[in-house]
């Protein structure tokens, strides 16, 4: 059974204990007005009221919320993935549906009974008309860009829950431990975190190629072959190769370590032949093409892609668990793309 169905599973089976909100796939005349579209109800794990300090602030949730909508692009699965369904979510706009979500979030939502939430659009920043008017009691934006002014504005309305450092850094077991704590479930967020960490590490260990091997996310602009991007250790990518057993490049660690808080940095093409990852992985797309970067000039001295140790990621639907990875979306990474990272790993001479 995949990991999205198990915990989707384990998330039934503790609704005798929590509570599972859900919402409107689009608004109704009185969806702003109902206070309490539960699917079921029942008393929450953790005792109220709950303090959650982080970057922005402080979120004092009084009582156990039935209203949650969600800022960041993992927080409506991290939601899910412990039985609770958001009315409200970000539109999925690269790697998503038809609809605007994911499969493997509409199979949890359906497995858990609920509803669809509302979906908004993010690309102007937080949606804040759209998320008052659904009234909600919590507001989860824990990997997000939420900016101090919106979250101000939002406080006004619900309590808020940001990210604990910095935007768009957050990993999925911070996300993991402060939507567990801010819905009262931290003791099942504790049980969906140790089993999507065993996943991750039973996955590396089926493929011993990937031990004692170094790995890199990199990214490439077409416009521009002068130089090419390195996904620092803050950023989910480097983190998942860290999971699944492969080592951190010396030249990563430096990187990061001169970039602290940066989620990625740029790099000159002219060190492209010192890059010293065994296996390198990298998007590719309609405008940036494997066979473009492989005849750039410089770039193609990247050791990794002159003997083949590389793995060209061309499918959103795929690269999407990659680069905001969830107790829902890790086992379609696990299931899909570490064959294609152990394949590339058995290339390192």
Known sequence: MSLSLRVAGAALAALALTACSTGPATPTPDAASSTAPAASSAPATDAFPVTVTHALGEAVIEAEPTRIATVGWTDHETLV???????????????????????????????????????????????????????????????????????????????????????????WQDSLELVGRAVGRSELAAEVEAETTALLQQAGAEYPEIAGTSAAWLWFAAADYSKFGVYTATDARPRFLDAVGFETPAIVTELSGGAP???????????????????????????????????????????????????????????????????????IAVEKFVPLLAEAAAKVQ
């Open 81 to 171: 993935s412990l039985g609770v369904v958001p009315v409200g979510a970000v539109e999925i706009t690269w790697g998503g549906n038809a609809q605007g979500s994911t499969d493997w979030f509409d199979a949890a939502v359906a497995e858990l009974g609920g509803e669809q939430p509302t979906r908004y659009d993010d690309s102007a920043g937080a949606p804040i008309e759209e998320i008052v008017a659904l009234e909600p009691d919590l507001i989860l934006a824990t990997n997000s860009g939420l900016t101090q002014e919106e979250y101000d504005t939002l406080s006004r309305v619900a309590p808020v829950v940001a990210y604990p450092e910095a935007p768009w850094s957050t990993s």
């Open 261 to 331: 808080g940066q989620f990625s940095v740029d790099v000159s093409a002219e060190r492209a032949a010192e890059f010293d990852a065994d296996v390198i992985v990298f998007y590719t797309d309609d405008s940036v093409k494997l066979a473009d970067i492989q005849a750039a000039p410089l770039i193609q001295d990247l050791p990794a892609l002159k003997s083949g140790a590389f793995v060209a990621a061309d499918d959103p639907t795929l690269a999407l668990p990659l680069s905001s990875p969830t107790p829902l979306s890790i086992p």
